[in-house]
């Protein structure tokens, strides 16, 4: 990951060093009507992933994991905030709930379930300590940047995962390269820390896929269903068919996700400048294709509209001119065409645009000397990373963001 905000000196700073030092509130993209068919569930779960989280709350409302709607993932790591809806189920059940790691806040009614992308955006509260005095003027003087030119738009390490497996496997979907698929997901033990997965990881290498799923730790369930379909009829074009569809639902969008980040490298550190075909994007979300960038590039200055990147998909907005050649290099480099994003069997992927930068709100920076802590407070957009953010400040990308096993 680059720097918008290179040239300013970093900030140090410790953060996520306990939950309680990343918090996280969803912002609905509405009001709930209170009434309908669908109870929503206000959840705070703590250090554990969405997908875990919606897993425990289904499984005590012995309600089908895959009907749960929820508006966005949130951070493993953390206390976050976010709304879940369940279609048919008393609110009562769902007030009475009683979890690890997971709390009922609030619950109500609405006429719809919760999709993907219903949310406004987040709030954030995130404390850095170790954090001197004396840099507490880089941490401004990078904040004073950032709103004049965007925060870089990057997706962080956590969408792609520790080896970024989840980014991979879904090049692999998309290429149709099932052995591809199968090494990254159950082999490659060089680049496996857990000993015990390491070693079953090695024996798939070594052809023994009898004893990697002997090896395999019980808690890798989609491992372990991709195994044992291996060994009970070898690979073939139905071996993936017993994995949710929204796991490889994931990885496609892993994969998309890190197609932008290198068309965003590519634009670095240009990403508040119009290019002749740009596809820009305005404040109500309606995109146009940039015929005269100088004449547009007054907008850009002043946020009214933004330069987007690709989410790439067979029915995509394409840029024209300088971008396109861009965007298009990015594509060659993976091997890719934007017809097979058109993957079938549900996982088709129609392709969007994303701003190449977005903006925080409501930016507030303290310190207390006394603890050395830094505190910070923001609002994000959908979709955006606070740790994005976080790092342009710190100037450090080395720290392990990725989502830890959940217990």
């Keep these: 990951m680059r720097f918008l905000s290179a040239a300013v000196p970093p900030c140090r700073g410790v953060f996520k060093s306990i939950n309680d030092d990343f918090r996280v509130d969803e912002i609905p993209l509405y009001p709930f009507s209170g009434s309908g068919t669908h109870t929503l569930v206000r959840i705070e779960k703590s250090g554990i992933s969405t997908f875990e989280a919606l897993r425990r709350v289904a499984r005590a409302l012995d309600f089908p994991e895959r009907d749960v709607g929820f508006a966005g993932m949130k951070d493993s790591r953390g206390i976050t905030r976010q709304w879940l809806s369940l279609e048919h189920v008393a609110p009562e059940r769902v007030q009475a709930l009683d979890l690890p790691r997971v709390r009922v806040l609030e619950v109500t009614r609405h006429g719809n379930k919760l999709k993907r992308g219903h949310l406004a955006g987040n709030r954030f509260e995130v404390l850095l300590r170790d954090t001197p005095p004396e840099d507490v003027p880089h941490a401004r003087a990078t904040l004073e940047l950032l709103a004049r030119r965007g925060v870089p738009n990057w997706y962080d390490a956590q969408r792609f995962g520790r080896r970024q497996e989840n980014a991979r ?51 890798g369930n989609l491992e372990r269903t991709v195994l044992k379909e291996l060994v009970d009829r070898g690979p073939g074009p139905n071996t993936l ?30 990403i508040d400048r119009i290019l002749p075909g740009d596809v820009c994007q305005k404040e109500n979300g309606a995109c146009f294709v940039a015929e005269d960038a100088a004449a547009e590039q007054p907008r850009a200055d002043a946020f009214e509209i933004s330069p987007t990147g690709p989410i790439f998909g067979y029915k995509m907005l394409p840029a024209g001119s300088e971008a396109a050649a861009q965007e298009q290099a990015v594509l060659a480099e993976a091997g890719l065409t934007l017809e097979q994003f058109d993957v079938g069997r549900g996982l088709s992927q129609k392709g969007d645009r994303r701003d190449y930068r977005f903006r925080a709100m409501d930016v507030q920076c303290e310190h207390d000397a006394g603890q050395n802590v830094l505190s910070l407070r923001f609002t994000l957009p959908k979709g955006c990373y606070a740790t994005v953010l976080l790092k342009e400040i710190t100037k450090q990308d080395t720290g392990d963001l990725s989502f830890p096993e959940d217990d």
């Design 169 to 219: 496997l879904g090049l692999a979907l998309l290429k149709d390269d099932l052995a591809g698929y199968l090494r990254v997901l159950l082999g490659e033990a060089e680049s496996e820390r857990d000993p015990a997965l390491q070693a079953a990881r090695k024996a798939f290498d070594d052809g023994d896929t009898a004893q990697a799923l002997a090896l395999w730790p019980q808690r």
């Design 241 to 270: 068919k017993k994995l949710p569809q929204k796991v490889k639902l994931f990885q496609l969008s892993a994969a998309q996700s890190l197609l932008f980040n290198r068309a965003l490298d590519r634009r670095f550190p240009a």
